[in-house]
C-alpha cells in the first residue's frame, strides 16, 4: 500500500511562486511513475505533470510548460512540482499520485493523495 501525503499549497499572489512536496511512504518508491494533477471548483481532475521512475523523463500540460517543475528525490520518497509565475487559473487543489506508468491520464495512477489547496489572488 502506499501513502501519498502532499504539502506546500497556500495562498499566493499572481505572478509569485510557491513549492509544492508529496512525500510516499513505501518501500520501493524509485520504482512508480509520479504525477500532479489538479481540480479547480467545478472542473474536472485535469494533468499537469508526470515524471518517470529514474527522473530522465518528464511531460508537462501545456499551459504551464516554462512556468512549473517536476522534480524527484528518491532518497527522500518525494516529489516535487516547482510552481512559478502562478496565475489566477492555476488555482485549484493540486493532487500527486502514483502508478507504474507515467501518463497524462488519471486511469493508471493507482494511489492518490489527498490533495493541498494552492489559491493564486490578484
Known amino acids: 500500500q502506499v501513502q501519498l501525503a502532499e504539502s506546500g499549497g497556500g495562498l499566493v499572489q499572481a505572478g509569485g511562486s510557491l513549492r509544492l512536496s508529496c512525500a510516499a511512504s513505501v518501500g520501493r518508491f524509485s520504482s512508480y511513475s509520479m504525477g500532479w494533477f489538479r481540480q479547480a471548483p467545478g472542473k474536472e481532475r485535469e494533468f499537469v505533470a508526470a515524471?518517470?521512475?529514474?527522473?530522465?523523463?518528464?511531460w508537462y500540460e501545456d499551459s504551464v510548460k516554462g512556468r512549473f517543475t517536476i522534480s524527484r528525490d528518491n532518497a527522500k520518497n518525494t516529489v516535487y512540482l516547482q510552481m512559478n509565475t502562478l496565475k489566477l487559473e492555476d488555482t485549484a487543489v493540486y493532487y500527486c499520485?502514483?502508478?507504474?506508468?507515467?501518463?497524462?491520464?488519471?486511469?493508471?495512477?493507482?494511489?492518490w493523495g489527498q490533495g493541498t489547496q494552492v489559491t493564486v489572488s490578484s
Open positions: 499520485a502514483a502508478g507504474w506508468i507515467a501518463t497524462k491520464e488519471r486511469g493508471p495512477y493507482d494511489y
Open positions: 515524471i518517470s521512475p529514474s527522473g530522465l523523463s518528464i
